[in-house]
């Protein structure tokens, strides 16, 4: 079975670009997470979907980030602009539904912003 | 406000003997909890997890306890072996009205090194 996969593994950009990630979840799972990893720190849920509806976005910065997961399979994740605080690992992870606690993660994507 | 500390940066461990990963939690409506394994540009993998009706899960070396009086788990392994080296995660969830699950809300992590 085939795990989580994310494009692209590593991103440098300058400050107030703009920068999107991919991620495509384990096949048949419903439940879609973002999550972002600060250097030192353990990840933090940014966004949730079910299916391609939200279900949670209360920890997204949505003057800068966007999400979406248009026909409930692939998603991404889009900062615009970056600021140097962004900098940080983005993780993708998903669940078969919302009552499966268990959830599966990609390698992550490295956002360096200088 | 952490709502899930692991207040052990790392710990360095002897091969063959017991690593003991804590974990403690101040959000007594999680009722679920689970430990994630991370090497170096990888993305977390699930290790185990517990259910709050339980006190222990046993999963092969890995065994966690929970105690839901004192808000505290903990991660056993024994033996310990030179790729149990990572960062491990503790992590938990509240489960919601109506089902489902939240995100998963995350400790700092700590960096087992098992030496020869």
């Known amino acids: 079975e085939a795990g989580v996969a994310q494009s692209p593994r590593y991103k440098i950009i300058e400050k107030r670009q703009s920068v999107a990630f991919w991620c495509n979840p384990i096949?048949?799972?419903?439940?879609l997470y973002w999550y972002q990893q600060i250097l030192g720190q353990g990840p933090k849920l940014l966004i949730q979907f079910q299916n391609n509806g939200v279900v949670d976005d209360s920890q997204l910065p949505k003057d800068r980030f966007s999400a979406e997961r248009l026909k409930g399979v692939d998603s991404t994740l889009k900062i615009q602009p970056a600021k140097l605080e962004d900098s940080a690992v983005y993780l993708c992870a998903s669940s078969l539904d919302r009552g499966w606690k268990t959830q599966y993660f990609g390698p992550g994507t490295r956002l360096l912003v200088l | 406000d952490q709502q899930v500390k692991q207040n052990s940066p790392s710990l360095s461990v002897q091969e063959g003997r017991i690593s003991i990963l804590n974990c403690d939690y101040t959000?007594?409506?999680?009722?679920?909890f689970l430990w994630y394994k991370k090497y170096p540009a990888e993305g977390p993998t699930f290790l185990i997890s517990i259910s709050s009706i339980k006190d222990k899960n046993e999963d092969g070396r890995f065994t966690v306890f929970l105690n839901k009086s004192a808000k505290h788990l903990s991660l056993h392994i024994v033996p310990s072996q030179p790729g149990d080296s990572a960062v491990y995660f503790c992590a938990a969830s509240v489960e919601k009205s109506g089902g489902g699950a939240d995100g998963l809300t995350f400790g700092k992590g700590t960096h087992l090194i098992i030496q020869p």
């Open positions: 096949s048949g799972h419903a439940t």
């Open positions: 959000n007594s409506m999680f009722d679920y």
